[in-house]
């Protein structure tokens, strides 16, 4: 019973000494047919994000008549989606014909600090373009020396600004982690809530640290975003009829863009009961259908989107031809 004992032990010791070198995501789906169906949709679906995204960019960059402060944070909002997005699809594709689908524990902590980074980015800018339809609609004579060039490149400073700060307080509580037993992630990609879950010591305190963080801010921005647009529908109610319906088309995309981003986040990082059977649809659907609506929703619900689209068709078809 001593050897056993003594043996069981070292056993023990030997474990609680490894360290934890990479983690294991166990992915969507263990059916291989479906891997197949789900890689087939997901690499359309990437293939839209970039394309939709890349679209939006170079047509606010080329065309003059969108070069405005809206314009300007819906291309930066499509660069941030972009990117969001790339943190994590591409990997989640090329895992759908991987046995082990494998990440260095270096590796889970890039893919924390880049989604926290351009996820905090993106809420900073969302708040911005919500202020921004605030004071076009709301003060239309003080717009321009308002929302001039250098109060739109000090926006996206500080969007990034926060979104680093952010990202790098997140990153704070999982990197001194001891991580030494299990080591599988019931996702497709690293996230901090489910990655302190596989800590060697006790997360409580950490859960809600986390809460306190993500959580307070997603639902504050949210808000606050909440409380600007039913300012700025009800300022609309007094507007002409011409005016109104032109700004109801821009705030209805708005708040659609809103609530697709604001949605899955309240539920992956303030809502205090999770419901598993909702994580991965909901980390899907923040990761890759929301970066992939949003230059949809933009392109169908904007006029100028649209009309900017078909010069810039014409303007390739013309230099197609003269080539």
């Given at each position: 019973?001593?050897?056993?004992?003594?043996?069981?032990?070292?056993?023990?010791?030997?474990?609680?000494?490894?360290?934890?070198?990479?983690?294991?995501?166990?992915?969507?789906?263990?059916?291989?047919?479906?891997?197949?169906?789900?890689?087939?949709?997901?690499?359309?679906?990437?293939?839209?994000?970039?394309?939709?995204?890349?679209?939006?960019?170079?047509?606010?960059?080329?065309?003059?008549?969108?070069?405005?402060?809206?314009?300007?944070?819906?291309?930066?909002?499509?660069?941030?989606?972009?990117?969001?997005?790339?943190?994590?699809?591409?990997?989640m594709i090329t895992d759908f014909f991987s046995q082990r689908?494998?990440?260095?524990?270096?590796?889970?902590?890039?893919?924390?600090?880049?989604?926290?980074?351009?996820?905090?980015?993106?809420?900073?800018?969302?708040?911005?373009?919500?202020?921004?339809?605030?004071?076009?609609?709301?003060?239309?004579?003080?717009?321009?020396?308002?929302?001039?060039?250098?109060?739109?490149?000090?926006?996206?400073?500080?969007?990034?600004?926060?979104?680093?700060?952010?990202?790098?307080?997140?990153?704070?509580?999982?990197?001194?982690?001891?991580?030494?037993?299990?080591?599988?992630?019931?996702?497709?990609?690293?996230?901090?809530?489910?990655?302190?879950?596989?800590?060697?010591?006790?997360?409580?305190?950490?859960?809600?640290?986390?809460?306190?963080?993500?959580?307070?801010?997603?639902?504050?921005?949210?808000?606050?975003?909440?409380?600007?647009?039913?300012?700025?529908?009800?300022?609309?109610?007094?507007?002409?009829l011409d005016k109104s319906s032109k700004a109801l088309s821009?705030?209805?995309?708005?708040?659609?863009?809103?609530?697709?981003?604001?949605?899955?986040?309240?539920?992956?990082?303030?809502?205090?009961?999770?419901?598993k059977s909702l994580d991965k649809f909901l980390a899907v659907?923040?990761?890759?259908?929301?970066?992939?609506?949003?230059?949809?929703?933009?392109?169908?619900?904007?006029?100028?989107?649209?009309?900017?689209?078909?010069?810039?068709?014409?303007?390739?078809?013309?230099?197609?031809?003269?080539?």
């Open positions: 019973v001593t050897a056993e004992a003594i043996s069981w032990n070292e056993s023990t010791s030997e474990t609680n000494n490894s360290m934890v070198t990479e983690f294991i995501f166990l992915g969507l789906s263990d059916s291989q047919e479906l891997q197949t169906f789900l890689f087939m949709l997901f690499f359309v679906f990437y293939g839209g994000i970039v394309f939709g995204n890349l679209l939006i960019v170079i047509t606010v960059v080329s065309d003059s008549h969108l070069h405005s402060p809206m314009y300007f944070l819906l291309a930066n909002l499509s660069l941030i989606d972009l990117s969001l997005s790339s943190v994590t699809a591409p990997k689908k494998v990440i260095s524990f270096k590796g889970c902590l890039v893919q924390i600090f880049l989604l926290h980074f351009f996820g905090g980015s993106e809420m900073v800018i969302l708040i911005a373009m919500g202020f921004d339809r605030y004071i076009a609609i709301c003060k239309p004579l003080h717009y321009t020396t308002i929302m001039c060039g250098n109060a739109c490149v000090g926006i996206m400073a500080v969007a990034w600004g926060i979104g680093f700060l952010h990202s790098v307080s997140q990153l704070a509580f999982a990197v001194h982690l001891p991580f030494c037993g299990p080591n599988e992630v019931d996702s497709f990609y690293c996230d901090l809530p489910r990655v302190i879950k596989l800590a060697c010591t006790d997360t409580y305190r950490l859960d809600i640290m986390v809460i306190a963080n993500s959580g307070v801010l997603t639902v504050c921005s949210f808000v606050l975003l909440i409380i600007s647009y039913t300012i700025i529908l009800m300022t609309i109610q007094h507007c002409p821009t705030l209805t995309a708005h708040i659609t863009v809103v609530l697709l981003f604001f949605g899955p986040c309240v539920f992956i990082y303030a809502w205090p009961f999770p419901i659907f923040y990761s890759v259908i929301t970066p992939l609506l949003n230059p949809i929703i933009y392109t169908l619900r904007n006029k100028d989107m649209k009309t900017a689209i078909r010069r810039l068709r014409k303007w390739d078809a013309h230099s197609s031809v003269k080539f």
